[in-house]
């Protein structure tokens, strides 16, 4: 385990002792935020002297992003490789939509290179049908959800046997 004596340990335990793990990093620049990659780097402890701790847990990886990219999102592309270099197994990985900071910046409605602007040319608030639609209004991310519960339920029941 981590020799730096913080909460992670509490993280790092929980970690090893669920059955499988669920993964949701949000996307900043196409890239994990810094406390998603912080959490990554920490759990280098996992692999000390070969001894992989999380090998062969199931893993579920989520992201936020305008893209419907999922095959080439360079965020999946990190926390995957995160997965296989701790010998875990990526059992899904998919994107669900977010909001970009656009939708609360004071600029955001003049920004030539902001979401708001992009999608919709300049406007002079933010309105409902403006913004991105909540996660329970997001039906195939909803849908993907249920399906990586259905692929880890099925996983961790092959495990039991």
């Known amino acids: 385990m981590c020799v730096v004596k913080d909460d992670f340990l509490e993280i790092a335990k929980a970690m090893v002792e669920a059955d499988g793990i669920v993964i949701g990093v949000p996307n900043y620049y196409d890239l994990p935020n810094a406390l998603s990659h912080s959490l990554l780097e920490r759990c280098f402890c996992f692999r000390h002297k070969s001894n992989f701790l999380l090998k062969d847990k199931p893993v579920v990886i989520i992201s936020t992003g305008y893209s419907k990219d999922e095959e080439n999102n360079p965020v999946l592309k990190i926390v995957e490789h995160f997965i296989n270099s ?8 998919f994107l669900v939509g977010g909001y970009s900071q656009c939708y609360t910046c004071k600029a955001g409605l003049t920004c030539v290179d902001g979401n ?15 913004l991105p639609p909540e996660f329970d209004k997001q039906l195939i991310s909803i849908k993907k959800c249920q399906d990586a519960s259905k692929i880890l339920q099925k996983y961790l029941s092959k495990e039991k046997k």
């Open 86 to 93: 701790n010998h875990m197994d990526v059992v899904s990985k």
């Open 116 to 130: 708001i602007v992009k999608k919709h040319g300049f406007v002079d608030r933010v309105t409902p049908e403006i």
